[in-house]
């Protein structure tokens, strides 16, 4: 298996743009995906395949990928956006999560 | 609507056994592969296993390896985690999700179950 790292927090004032990084050694070849985790709640896919968004999730997270790091941004940052963020990844015998990234908001 | 529920979840012993149980419905459940992942209180998730739409393929988490068994019944939408010689670190929040078709992550989620290993 291969490891995900991801910063642990990031903070950003309302209105303004989030970018979380998640790098690995695999994500050239592999597809990432992106969840939200609010506390208390299970999480919820918000990215899939480095870039696609599934129906529902607001056109403000975007995901992009290059060589061994995949990011998600959001634009126009709310308050309903703060939160826990995971990357996540797998390899033909498992699936890895990156550590998550708290968003504060400011 | 697709609707995902764990439940099964309970305070148990080391060396304990405890079996999940997670029924989806409004899902073409035959179609999807099934996943395991868990939460230990204050911490990042962690996968545990899934399993093939059907059971011919299963993968686990190495510090589950020998100790946990995931299976499916196809009939009942159900998935079925079973945890044999729990130890305190298996203590954590236990979702069952639903693995998009043809590709690795996971499109639908349930609310949890709760598995604490205590004395």
């Known amino acids: 298996s291969f490891g995900l790292t991801q910063p642990p927090s990031v903070s950003v004032s309302p209105g303004q ?38 129906s529902g999730i607001p056109d403000r997270f975007s995901g992009s990928s290059s060589g061994t ?19 996540q990844s797998a390899d033909i015998i498992g699936v890895v999560f990156g550590g998550g990234t708290r968003l504060t908001l400011l | 609507e697709v ?13 304990g056994s405890l079996r999940l149980s997670c ?12 996943t395991w992942v868990r939460q230990a209180p204050g911490k990042g998730l962690e996968w545990v296993a899934n399993i093939k739409e059907d059971s011919s393929e299963e993968y686990y988490v190495e510090p589950v390896k020998g100790r946990f068994v995931i299976s ?21 929040v236990y979702y069952c999700a639903t693995q998009i078709v043809g590709a690795l992550g996971f499109d639908h989620w349930g609310q949890g179950t709760v598995v604490t290993v205590s004395p």
């Open chain 1, 17 to 54: 743009t989030a970018t979380i990084s998640c790098s690995g050694d695999r994500l050239p070849k592999q597809y990432a995906y992106w969840y939200q985790q609010k506390p208390g709640q299970a999480p919820l896919m918000i990215i899939y395949k480095d870039t696609e968004r599934p």
């Open chain 1, 69 to 87: 790091t995949v990011t998600l941004t959001i634009s126009g940052v709310q308050a309903e956006d703060e939160a826990d963020y995971y990357c």
């Open chain 2, 72 to 92: 499916r019944d196809n009939i009942k939408t159900s998935v079925y985690l079973e945890m044999n010689y729990l130890r305190a670190e298996d203590t954590a």
């Open chain 2, 3 to 15: 609707q995902v529920v764990e439940s099964g979840g309970a305070v148990v012993q080391p060396g």
């Open chain 2, 23 to 34: 029924v989806v419905s409004g899902y073409t459940f035959s179609n999807s592969w099934m």
